[in-house]
Structures are given as C-alpha cells and as structure tokens.
C-alpha cells in the first residue's frame, strides 16, 4: 500500500522534529549603543589573531574579505574605545529586528574604528554615531580605522525585542 504524500511529508517532519531536541546554548551578551539605544549582540568571529584570542572568539583571516577591495563593502562600522571608557557604539542596527522586513543598511560584519580620546579632552560616554563624529570634528578624539573585521549580529534591539529564541 502507498502512503499518501500529506502523510509522507507529516512523518518526515515529525522525524526531523524528534531530532531537533532543543537544548540551551549560552553566549557572552554584549551591549553597545545604536542612536542613543542600547542593543544586545554577540561575537562570535574576527578577522585578527590576537583579538580573537584575546575575546575567545574564532579567528577568521576571510573576514577581512568583506571590506570591499574591488567589490563594494559588506561591513558596517563599530566604534570601540580600546581603554574600555565605554561600550561601544553601531552605526546601525537592523529596524526591525528579524525577517519580517530585513534592514538593507545592516550588516553583523563591522569595521572596527578604535576611538582614543585625546589629551586635554573631557571624556564622556557618547551614545550614537553623530554624537562620536560630532566629538571628532571638535578635534576631542581621534578614529582610528582598521583592517579587522568583527561579526557582531544584534540578537535584541533596542526597543527590547530579541530574536526569536533568545533568552
């Protein structure tokens, strides 16, 4: 006797489920600023050696592919202070958060922009892009670009929502 193909289908799928047993994997949550809103994020890869040692992170040298040398870029840039004065800072984070309507300006591949306060400036926790470049033009810190590329996916935005599944 042949199986219906519904029915086919609804074993295959009851299979697959059984093996899908879900279990809890945690990951290191990170925050940073996204247009004065945090966010949540994880890393779990980066172009450098040493960085990726140092975060306990996979170190992938093909990131570094994602700059753009012939091709456009696929990053977007992260603004971190090396001296740990603050959280870091996106320059964009995906609205909404999900697949319901994808952001075309997000990316979870960052440039990393290292920011050094310089001397004689007042430090302050700056929150956005604009506020950082703002501080910038006021000749109160200097960006430094770099060659290191960091995947950073947001998994909570910052009106709060997560990604589905993320506790």
């Not at 996979?58 to 971190?80: C, F, I, M, W």
């Not at 990316?107 to 506020?131: F, H, K, N, T, Y």
Request: glycine residues 8%; proline residues 8%; aromatic residues 6%.
């Amino acid at each position: 006797m042949r199986t219906p193909p519904l029915l086919a289908a609804w074993l295959a799928l009851s299979l697959l489920a059984g093996c899908a047993t879900p279990t809890d994997l945690v990951l290191p949550r990170q925050q940073a600023w996204v247009d004065g809103r945090r966010v949540d994020y994880v890393t779990t890869d980066i172009s450098d050696a040493a960085m990726a040692a140092d975060g306990g992170v996979n170190h992938v040298p093909r990131l570094a592919d994602a700059l753009g040398q012939g091709h456009a870029s696929l990053t977007e840039r992260v603004y971190k202070f090396p001296q740990g004065e603050q959280i870091s800072i996106f320059a964009s984070g995906p609205a909404p958060l999900g697949a319901a309507r994808p952001d075309p300006n997000y990316s979870p591949l960052w440039r990393l922009v290292l920011v050094r306060w310089v001397s004689g400036a007042s430090p302050r926790e700056l929150r956005s892009e604009e506020a950082l470049l703002a501080a910038e033009a006021a000749g109160e810190l200097r960006l430094d670009v770099s060659e290191i590329v960091v995947n950073c996916p947001i998994v909570r935005a910052a009106d709060g929502t997560p990604l589905r599944g993320v506790r």
